[in-house]
Each structure stands twice: as C-alpha cells, then as structure tokens.
C-alpha cells in the first residue's frame, strides 16, 4: 500500500506542476492515471491496523491537499466516510479487531529518517534547506527554506530541472557527479566555498538516497547548510 501511496504523490506532484504552467494535455494524463491509483488505495482492504491507519491518513492529507476545491472536498469525505463504515459501522468493531494488532510496526524504525524514507512533515521541520531530486534531476520536494533562498515557492520547484537554479557549468562540473553517486546508493558529504556580498561562506551539502517502503530509489534527499568562513574570521 505504501507504494501506491508514494506514487500518488508523486503523480500528483506533477499535476501541481502542469497546472502551475497550464500545460492542459499533461494535466488531463496525469488526471487520467491519478484515479485508478486512489481507486486501488481505497478498494484495498486492509490487513493490518497500520494498513488501515495508511488508508485513512492518505485521505485526510488529500482533504487538507484540496482544501480549496469544494468538489474534491466532498468526494474524498464521502470516501473517508466509506472508510470508516468499512471498518467500523459496516462489519462492527470487532471485525477491526481481527487484524494484525502488531503495533510494532506503526513506529519508526531506529535511523529511518537517515535510511532515506522521505516524511515531508519531517523535512518540514528541519532547520537546513532540504530538497529531494529525482534521477531525471528535477525537484520532487523542497521545504520552504529552500524555495525562499531561490526565491520561489516550494510547488513553483517541482519537476523542474535543477540546472534553473544553479547553472549548466555547476550542474557538469560538481553537482551531477555527486547526484549520481547518490542514486547509485552512496551518501555523499561534500562542501565548497562561495562568495556572499564580499563574506566567504562554506557550504555543506549531504546527500541521502531516498527509498520507498519497499527499497525502490526515488532520488536524493539533499540536506544544505551553510555557515560563515571561520578561518578568514579569525586571520581578520
């Protein structure tokens, strides 16, 4: 289940994006592919309590997705109320009750966040400018940290090419080599200096593979800090 979860956002991701460039014929593909996933998320029975817990997240986050859409609204609720007839009007408590009541695995594992599971509530979080990358190269996720230092907002970023934003001779020379080892399953810690109105400041830049539930690449969570140079501090 959390496969098909994680490519409906995915798909949905570039939905946002069609529809932020008016492209009408992705927006009418990506329609079309995006409702037989959320029929096979829902149809799915569960066959855990963490199952269950799955179904009824993924149809609050696209409540709160879609807040705006008083149409999408409606019908997720009718969805959500289907759910929880499902589990517990229709066959009773006690059916729920029948499943797999190992909670162990509702919680995280030890390190989960640095095995590269992306939890973009957690990444929200985070004090550094977070992004994750595709392997085609392009913004999957980026927390608004991140899109304000490119002055953009964090959907402006998704499905774009990453050489916008740093440049081709960059993207060849440093970043693309270090993405590629990336997504060939190393994680990857470097950094480099630049030039900030006249200040020398050091960038750290560590990048994760970021895996679904099941062990498939989705791309690179990159973390990005940057601190001023010490050493100029101290030699001034």
């Known amino acids: 289940m959390n496969a098909l979860i994680e490519l409906f956002w995915f798909k949905y991701s570039q939905l946002q994006y069609a529809v932020s460039v008016a492209d009408e014929h992705l927006i009418g593909i990506l329609d079309r ?6 029929s096979a998320v829902y149809d799915e029975k569960a066959a855990s ?16 997705a879609e807040a705006d859409d008083m149409s999408c609204v409606l019908r997720h609720s009718h969805l959500l109320q289907s759910l929880i007839d499902r589990y517990f009007a229709a066959t009773g ?3 729920l009750a029948g499943l797999d009541l190992d909670r162990r695995a509702i919680l995280p594992s030890k390190g989960r966040a640095d095995e590269g599971l992306l939890n973009e509530a957690i990444l929200d979080c985070f004090p550094d ?9 392009r913004y999957l996720y980026t927390n608004p940290l991140n899109a304000n230092h490119l ?3 964090p959907i402006d970023l998704i499905g774009r090419h990453i050489v ?7 993207f060849e020379q440093r970043v693309k080599a270090h993405l590629d080892r990336c997504f060939g399953g190393e994680v990857v810690d470097y950094t480099f200096a630049k030039t900030v109105d006249a200040r020398t400041v050091v960038v750290r830049c560590r990048m994760t593979p970021c895996l679904s539930s ?4 989705i791309g690179a969570i990159l973390v990005i800090q940057e601190h001023a140079d010490r050493r100029r501090a101290i030699a001034a």
Do not use: C, H, M
């Open 129 to 137: 400018r977070i992004a994750v990358i595709t392997p085609d190269y």
């Open 151 to 153: 002055e953009s907002r």
């Open 33 to 38: 592919e995006l409702d037989p996933i959320l």
């Open 93 to 95: 408590v006690a059916d």
């Open 214 to 217: 099941n062990g498939k690449l």
């Open 164 to 170: 916008e934003f740093i440049g081709l001779q960059r």
């Open 49 to 64: 309590v963490e199952d269950a817990r799955l179904q009824f997240q993924f149809l609050v986050d696209i409540l709160r």
